[in-house]
T-cell receptor, first 113, second 117 residues
Framework: GNSVTQMEGPVTLSEEAFLTINCTYTATGYPSLFWYVQYPGEGLQLLLKATKADDKGSNKGFEATYRKETTSFHLEKGSVQVSDSAVYFCALNQGGGGFKTIFGAGTRLFVKA | GAVVSQHPSWVICKSGTSVKIECRSLDFQATTMFWYRQFPKQSLMLMATSNEGSKATYEQGVEKDKFLINHASLTLSTLTVTSAHPEDSSFYIC?????????????FGPGTRLTVL
């Protein structure tokens, strides 16, 4: 079945450090891939998405590229800020009424000033 | 983006009572709504998926008689935790999606913190 695996956290970085959160997936066909973010005390919100191979999603300085050959969708940011501290979820969806979004376990990021 | 609201944002109840949580899509009609339970170490567990006017599809291990889901309209879904017990204490999150394509994102409510005494 479909699944998403992301690196375990927590990840602790200093401000302005480079961030990578790894995400790999298993799916049949051609799913769309997502990164959602959950800030403390809030619900999840979409950070970025990519709908086909080699697409790059980007938002708020974060980027992720849909790599079909390695079945990966790693999240990167060149310079993190304290305000980026949150939990990040990688997810995939194959569409259709019966399909649901499959989420990874989430990776907590702490950014220190 | 689209807005999904949940009410109440937090609730404390006595063991044995029932609690209803509402989820509304405020500015769009949701094709599908989802209910999740989030555990302290952040993992998100899908409880059920529902489409307007039809019965919810529950995930394996989720008791449908305990967690009643009603999807009354394209903008409203409710989760009722019946005969709540302390182990039901958790953070419940609803989500709504418009459309059936893979690229359709899900919009999440802010969550409801349930504490059962």
């Amino acid at each position: 079945g479909n699944s998403v695996t992301q690196m375990e956290g927590p990840v602790t970085l200093s401000e302005e450090a480079f961030l990578t959160i790894n995400c790999t997936y298993t799916a049949t066909g051609y799913p769309s891939l997502f990164w959602y973010v959950q800030y403390p005390g809030e619900g999840l919100q979409l950070l970025l998405k990519a709908t086909k191979a080699d697409d790059k999603g980007s938002n708020k300085g974060f980027e992720a590229t849909y790599r079909k050959e390695t079945t990966s969708f790693h999240l990167e940011k060149g310079s993190v800020q304290v305000s980026d501290s949150a939990v990040y979820f990688c997810a995939l969806n194959q569409g259709g009424g019966g399909f649901k979004t499959i989420f990874g376990a989430g990776t907590r990021l702490f950014v220190k000033a | 983006g689209a807005v999904v609201s949940q009410h109440p944002s937090w609730v404390i109840c006595k063991s044995g009572t029932s609690v209803k949580i509402e989820c509304r899509s405020l500015d769009f009609q949701a094709t599908t709504m989802f209910w999740y339970r989030q555990f302290p170490k952040q993992s998100l567990m899908l409880m059920a998926t529902s489409n307007e006017g039809s019965k919810a599809t529950y995930e394996q291990g989720v008791e449908k008689d305990k967690f009643l889901i009603n999807h009354a309209s394209l903008t409203l879904s409710t989760l009722t935790v019946t005969s709540a017990h302390p182990e039901d204490s958790s953070f419940y999150i609803c989500s709504a999606r418009k459309g059936l394509e893979s690229y359709n994102e899900q919009f999440f409510g802010p969550g409801t913190r349930l504490t059962v005494l």
